[in-house]
């Protein structure tokens, strides 16, 4: 079952719907309403995707913030990328 027909599907009873799974359709719906700024009915697959693009990518925020707080930026370390085409 797609994020879509979850969220246009009629709301299963509480008990059938795990509560991560409620709790992630509530936010995509959230998401496609406030910022993407469509409905349920009016709303494309791209939008749907969006929504539920920044759904999943938003509570993992902290980890990323976590990483950019690590023992290598706070020593000022520097780090070097190679990259290397042949022809």
């Known amino acids: 079952m797609s994020i879509i027909d979850l969220a246009v599907s009629p709301t299963p009873a509480p008990s059938d719907l795990d509560p991560r799974a409620r709790a992630l359709r509530d936010e995509v719906l959230r998401r ?3 910022t993407v ?3 349920k009915a009016a ?3 791209r939008d ?3 929504a539920a693009a920044l759904a999943t990518r938003d509570p993992r925020r902290p ?3 976590r990483f ?3 023992a290598n930026y ?3 370390r520097r780090r070097v990328y ?3 085409w042949n022809f």
């Open 82 to 84: 190679y990259s290397r």
């Open 43 to 45: 709303a494309s697959p």
């Open 63 to 65: 980890v990323l913030a």
């Open 37 to 39: 700024g469509k409905d």
């Open 48 to 50: 749907w995707f969006v």
């Open 74 to 76: 706070q020593e000022d």
């Open 68 to 70: 950019d707080r690590s």
């Open 32 to 34: 496609l309403a406030a």
